[in-house]
């Protein structure tokens, strides 16, 4: 387990309480299915699964097949422990193995890319996605905005406080972001790391994606920005997280170095 991987052991319990947070709840699960669309009948790879909790809407929401994956025995062990409680029929793993090559119609990866330490890094974790897609599986990955507020108090409304390593260059390639939790007495933190969009649109066309969109998060269709609570009213200006849509293309189609 990488050390990126290994400092979310601690927080499965924080992970899940996060998608009852007003932002996550109103705006950033609700953009991500939207994107996502009907999975009926689907097989899909839940990449850095964390809790769970995309692993079982997924497969309550329609999908033959759900798998989810990640490297932290602590996630996993939770994500296990509450499919099992909530009797929803899902497969977890803590390794990727070459039976899954090509087996997925969907991979997604909700915050797994901002956790890359180095480039070479993010290479590879976009081609073992692209390994498990089937030609024309799509890849929905939650990443770090190009332009988030650099400011680190600027997201505390919201759960979260994000401090630069370096402030006079928020948006270096590979600069490192403390995330630190603040909401509901929540305490601790995790390290991130930023790519710039040229970053990530290379690491993906490398490993054989195509058809790349950017997708800002919104509020759904379903709903009306004025039913919002209040103090989500201002993060739509300037949010911390963007939506990546992207299509594996045909395996001979594939970019190398």
């Known amino acids: 387990m990488s ?12 992970h899940e309480n996060m998608t009852e947070w007003p932002l996550q709840k109103y705006i950033e699960v609700p953009s991500v299915l939207e994107v ?6 689907l097989s899909i790879f839940d990449f850095g699964c964390g809790a769970g909790a995309y692993s079982r809407i997924l497969k309550q929401r329609g999908a033959a097949h759900v798998v989810g994956y990640d490297p932290a025995p602590g996630m996993l062990n939770y994500a296990r422990r509450r499919a099992e409680k909530e009797a929803i029929n899902l497969s977890f793993v803590a390794h990727l193995h070459a039976n899954m090559a090509a087996q997925f119609d969907l991979v997604l ?20 996605m692209g390994g498990l897609l089937r030609p024309g599986g799509r890849l929905i990955s939650l990443s770090t905005h190009p332009a988030y507020n650099p400011h680190p108090n600027w997201y505390e409304p919201f759960g979260f406080r994000l401090v630069v390593d370096d402030p006079e260059n928020p948006y270096l390639e590979g600069g490192r972001i403390k ?9 601790g933190g995790v390290l991130a790391w930023h790519w710039p969009a040229p970053s ?20 759904p269709t379903h709903a009306r920005r004025d039913q919002l609570p209040k103090e989500l009213h ?24």
């Open 179 to 187: 995330v630190e939790f603040c909401k509901n007495g929540e305490q």
């Open 200 to 219: 990530l649109e290379s690491s993906l066309a490398q490993a054989g994606f195509r058809s790349l969109k950017w997708r800002e998060l919104f509020v």
């Open 234 to 257: 201002g993060y739509l200006q300037s949010p911390h997280a963007i939506i990546i849509e992207s299509v594996r293309g045909p395996r001979h189609a594939e970019r190398h170095p």
């Open 36 to 41: 996502i669309g009907d999975v009926d009948g």
């Open 109 to 128: 990866a909700s915050y797994v890319l901002p956790y890359a330490a180095t480039k070479t890094e993010l290479d590879s974790m976009c081609a073992e």
């Open 3 to 14: 050390d990126s991987a290994a400092q979310f052991d601690e927080y499965a319990s924080l």
